[in-house]
């Protein structure tokens, strides 16, 4: 079990997580955070609603220019192989629109396209600001220019990523400097409905902000 485990089993407060995080070297981080499984990640969202809420400029830092893309290993809690569980965030800030930011999801299901999104602050939408501080919104998608190396943009409507995106959207809670937690909900018929789907995230600072 790792200190990490054994402080969210412990039910400690999320300071005293976040400092324990933020002590460590950016790969020990990134392994414990992203060895999480369900039940850890899941108790993890639950501690992180105490937290300060989490802005857009915890996934891209103001010093990072427009269209600089900024990556976020992470690991979600599809019942699948733990090969298909990893993947990445992978965001920017818009050169359009400061005040959000644009992003897909890289995955190792590779038969699967990115999950375009467009992901900005919750303040606006109280229901939604009790679930997280900034939600990342596959309803929508890139309209303009993306950085340079990214996949076409595609519809969440078009091929298999339907299956995956359509009609979602993942809310977020910051744990640490470099860390954040999210809980996917889905709206059809009966509303916005959570599910129970959690994964986390830890941030890698570009080497040339």
């Not at 269209?67 to 599809?78: D, E, M, Q, S």
């Amino acid at each position: 079990m790792s200190e990490l485990e054994r402080r969210i089993r412990a039910q400690d407060a999320i300071d005293a997580i976040a400092g324990y995080l933020d002590g460590l070297d950016a790969a020990r981080r990134e392994r414990e955070v992203n060895g999480l499984r369900r039940a850890e990640q899941a108790a993890l969202f639950d501690i992180a609603a105490d937290a300060a809420p989490i802005r857009i400029t915890h996934f891209v830092p103001e010093r990072v220019s427009a269209l600089t893309p900024v990556h976020h290993p992470g690991r979600n809690t599809i019942a699948t192989l733990t090969h298909f569980q990893r993947f990445e965030k992978r965001f920017a800030r818009s050169a359009d629109e400061p005040d959000r930011l644009i992003g897909y999801n890289a995955s190792n299901a590779w038969f699967i396209k990115p999950g375009y999104f467009v992901a900005y602050e919750t303040d606006a939408r109280p229901e939604w600001a009790e679930r997280g501080g900034v939600v990342v919104d596959y309803h929508q998608v890139p309209g303009g220019e993306v950085p340079r190396g990214w996949p076409a943009v595609v519809p969440n409507a078009q091929g298999l990523q339907r299956l995956v995106y359509l009609n979602t959207r993942d809310f977020m809670r910051r744990v640490s400097t470099h860390v954040s937690v999210g809980r996917a909900s889905r709206e059809d018929a009966k509303g916005d409905l959570l599910l129970d789907y959690w994964f986390t995230l830890c941030r890698q600072d570009p080497e040339n902000e």
